[in-house]
């Protein structure tokens, strides 16, 4: 169980990250509120090992904060990935369902799949070949409800970002004048 005392220590050292990390960055409002907007895009994007390389590319090209948006695309890992990416897949599922009305057959063809596969028998069906073939061609069938539903959270969470830090970022500095930023 976690303590108060837990609790206050970790907020402070989130206060010391946001005001040593973000807030004293010596960049632009503009560029810094870019990088953590840009950072969250990608992290919310399901290109799995390739978010370092994709951030990047867009800050060079958008001339964004580049430690910003490292530190943010970090918010995806090992821990976050099915808070982050089940609800993404969700929201994509309703919003091709507008557009697809198919959608229900896949979960049908899952429960199918996953009940042939009796529990004595389950690491046997783990080794077959059929079990793999079938477990990808359902999974690449649920990839572009997983990309619709991430790209759109996606651009919103980062909307949000850039306006948020925007104005952390100037209110921190107009508090903070004796400080120099460029």
Do not use: C
């Not at 290109?47 to 990047?56: C, D, E, Q, R, Y």
């Not at 090992?78 to 599922?93: A, D, H, Q, R, W």
């Amino acid at each position: 169980m976690v303590t108060k005392k837990q609790i206050q220590t970790r907020f402070k050292r989130f206060k010391a990250f946001l005001k040593f990390r973000i807030l004293h960055v010596n960049d632009s409002p503009h560029r810094i509120a870019l990088g953590a907007a840009l950072g969250l895009f990608v992290a919310w994007t399901p290109a799995l090992g390739l978010h370092i390389l994709i951030v990047l590319a867009l800050v060079t090209l958008l001339r964004a904060n580049k430690f910003i948006a490292l530190t943010f695309v970090w918010v995806t890992n090992p821990f976050t990935i099915i808070p982050i990416y089940y609800p993404n897949y969700l929201f994509g599922k309703f919003v091709m369902g507008f557009f697809r009305p198919d959608g229900a057959a896949s979960n049908v063809q899952l429960r199918e799949m996953l009940g042939r596969v009796d529990s004595s028998a389950f690491f046997v069906g783990l080794f077959s070949v059929e079990f793999w073939r079938n477990l990808f061609d359902l999974l690449w069938r649920k990839t572009p409800e997983l990309w619709v539903g991430s790209l759109v959270i996606g651009f919103l969470i980062a909307a949000t970002a850039y306006v948020t830090t925007y104005r952390l970022v100037v209110l921190y500095r107009k508090t903070h004048p004796h400080k120099s930023f460029s």
